[in-house]
C-alpha cells in the first residue's frame, strides 16, 4: 500500500513539473508577459535571431528605409515592403514647404502694400499725350495671356491642393471641397500643357530682346525710378526689371515643368538621381540611387517649392503691371501705349522705332 501512494505521489510530481515548464513557454509567448518579448522591445532582438547572421536591427533598419527585394509578379514595386519616405514628404509638405510658403506669400503681399503706401501708384509724369505706340503685336499678346492665364489657374488650384484643406471644409463643406479639389486637379493636369506651350512661345519671341547689357547695370544701379519720382534711366524694349523677370518664368517655369511631367508620368521620367550626379561633381552628397517612387516624391517636392517661389514672383509683377504703375497694363491689353509712357520707362527702344519708322520712311520721300 505505502509503495502504491509512493507511485502516485511520484506521478504527480512529473505531472506538475511538465506542467509549470509548459506554462512557462506559454507564457513567454503570450503578448505581454515574458522576458523574450520584452527583450525584443528593449534591445531590438527577434526570437529565435531568425536572421542568422544579420543583425536583426540592420535587418529592420532596412525595410524602414526602403531597401527593395526582388518579386515574381509583374509590379516589381511591391519588392519594397516599407517606403518610409512618404512620411517624409508628407513631414516635409504639411510642415516647413507649407509654413515657409505661406509666410512667403504674406510677406510679399505686405511689401507691395507697404511700397504702394510709400511710393503710391507711378504716374507718367509729362502726362498722356493721346498718341500710342505699338508695345506687343496680337500674338505677342496671345503668347502672354495664354502663359499668364494658365499659371494663374495652375496656382489657384495648386493653392487650394496645398492649403485648402486648412480652410475650405468649414466654409462651403468637405463634400463641396472634395469636389472642388477633384475637379481643380483634372483642371491643373491639363492647363499644365497650355502653360507649357506658353514658356516655349515666351522664350522663342523675347529671348532676343532680354539678353542682359551695360544698359541693365546702370538702370540697376538708379533702383529703375521705382523708388523717386522723377528718375527715368535709359532702357530698350525690356528693362532690367522686365528681364530678370523674364529669366526667372523661363527657368522657374522650365523647372516646373520638368517636375510637373515627372508627376504626370510617374516611374517614366526620372530626373533627380541623374540631377544629383552632376550637382554631387560640385562636393554635394546627394543620393544618386532612386527608386521610382523617391523620384515622385523628390518631384513633387520641388514642384511645391519653386510653384510657391513663382508665385511670389508674379503676385509682384501682376502688381507692377496694373496697380502699380499707370500705362503699363495697355502694353498686354491693347497693346499700344502712350508715347509720354514709352519715353519715361524705355526712352531707348522709342528711339530704334522712330529711326527705323524714319529709314521705312526715307525712299518714298525720295521717289516724290
Known amino acids: 500500500m505505502a509503495a502504491k501512494i509512493v507511485r502516485s505521489l511520484t506521478r504527480l510530481s512529473v505531472v506538475a513539473a511538465l506542467m509549470f515548464f509548459a506554462t512557462s ?38 525595410i524602414r528605409k526602403g531597401v527593395t527585394g526582388s518579386v515574381s509578379i509583374p509590379d516589381k514595386k511591391a519588392g519594397q515592403l516599407v517606403q518610409s519616405d ?34 503710391g501708384r507711378i504716374q507718367v509724369e509729362a502726362g498722356l499725350s493721346g498718341r500710342t505706340i505699338e508695345r506687343f503685336n496680337a500674338f505677342e499678346r496671345f503668347v502672354h495671356w495664354l502663359t499668364a492665364s494658365s499659371f494663374i489657374i495652375l496656382a489657384l488650384t495648386g493653392l487650394n491642393m496645398l492649403y485648402g484643406k486648412y480652410v475650405l471644409p468649414s466654409i462651403i463643406g468637405k463634400s463641396a471641397f472634395a469636389s472642388l479639389t477633384m475637379f ?34 546702370r538702370w540697376i544701379l538708379a533702383g529703375g525710378g521705382m523708388f523717386s519720382a522723377g528718375v527715368h534711366p535709359p532702357a530698350k524694349r525690356f528693362n532690367a526689371g522686365q528681364k530678370i523677370i523674364f529669366w526667372l518664368v523661363i527657368v522657374g517655369g522650365a523647372s516646373l515643368s520638368g517636375s510637373g511631367l515627372a508627376l504626370l508620368f510617374p516611374f517614366e521620367i526620372e530626373m533627380f538621381a541623374a ?36 508665385i511670389a514672383i508674379i503676385i ?21 501705349v502712350d508715347i509720354n509712357w514709352a519715353n519715361e520707362h524705355h526712352n531707348l527702344w522709342v528711339q530704334e522705332m522712330e529711326t527705323m519708322d524714319e529709314n521705312a520712311a526715307a525712299p518714298n520721300r525720295g521717289t516724290e
Not at 512618404?86 to 502694400?113: H, K, N
Open 275 to 310: 540631377t544629383f550626379k552632376v550637382i554631387n561633381q560640385l562636393g554635394t552628397n546627394f543620393p544618386t540611387e532612386l527608386s521610382p517612387i523617391q523620384e515622385t516624391q523628390y518631384a513633387l517636392m520641388w514642384h511645391g517649392v519653386i510653384a510657391l517661389v513663382m
Open 184 to 217: 481643380g486637379k483634372f483642371a491643373h493636369d491639363w492647363i499644365a500643357w497650355a502653360f507649357i506651350l506658353g514658356i516655349i512661345l515666351m522664350f522663342f519671341s523675347w529671348v532676343r530682346h532680354n539678353i542682359p547689357n551695360m544698359t541693365d547695370v
Open 86 to 119: 512618404g512620411d517624409e514628404l508628407r513631414a516635409f509638405r504639411q510642415g516647413p514647404m507649407s509654413q515657409f510658403g505661406g509666410w512667403l506669400l504674406i510677406g510679399s503681399l505686405i511689401v507691395l502694400g507697404l511700397f504702394y503706401v510709400g511710393r
Open 316 to 336: 509682384a509683377h501682376i502688381y507692377i503691371g496694373s496697380l502699380g504703375m499707370e500705362g503699363a497694363f495697355d502694353a498686354v491689353g491693347t497693346g499700344q
Open 25 to 62: 513557454f506559454v507564457q513567454t509567448d503570450l503578448p505581454g508577459m515574458g522576458t523574450v518579448r520584452a527583450l525584443a522591445q528593449t534591445t531590438g532582438d527577434v526570437p529565435g535571431n531568425w536572421s542568422g547572421n544579420i543583425s536583426d536591427t540592420q535587418f529592420w533598419r532596412a
